[in-house]
Nanobody, 118 residues
Framework: QVQLVESGGGLVQAGGSLRLSCTAS???????????MGWYRQAPGKQRDFVAV???????RYADSVKGRFSISRDNVKGTVNLQMNSLKPEDTAVYYC?????????WGQGTQVTVSS
């Protein structure tokens, strides 16, 4: 069982930055056995979309809409994954969800709201 808790959301003006963090809870064995970790987002009335993912080895992949603006990182020992978001746009407004996979099972956080004003 993996529990994920996000933090760092908030209100920011367009062009600003925010840093989201997600911490996984569990034993050291469980934390180190987590595979990919990533972020998804869901805007009102829309489906949940992929934002970024990072493997245990540190390889990252991004949605085209955030490439060059967002950066994902993780700490395998601490079980954390971070999303640095720069040059934010109003269209980045959404609830951001942390995701982690372990032995083929996906786990989700409760979500954190990010609002970008124009």
């Amino acid at each position: 069982q993996v529990q994920l808790v996000e933090s760092g959301g908030g209100l920011v003006q367009a062009g600003g930055s925010l840093r989201l963090s997600c911490t996984a809870s569990g034993s050291s064995f469980i934390l180190f056995s987590i595979d990919d970790m990533g972020w998804y987002r869901q805007a009102p009335g829309k489906q949940r979309d992929f934002v970024a993912v990072i493997t245990k080895g540190g390889s990252a992949r991004y949605a085209d809409s955030v490439k060059g603006r967002f950066s994902i990182s993780r700490d395998n020992v601490k079980g954390t994954v971070n999303l640095q978001m720069n040059s934010l746009k109003p269209e980045d407004t959404a609830v951001y969800y942390c995701n982690a996979g372990r032995r083929g099972i996906p786990y989700w956080g409760q979500g954190t709201q990010v609002t970008v004003s124009s």
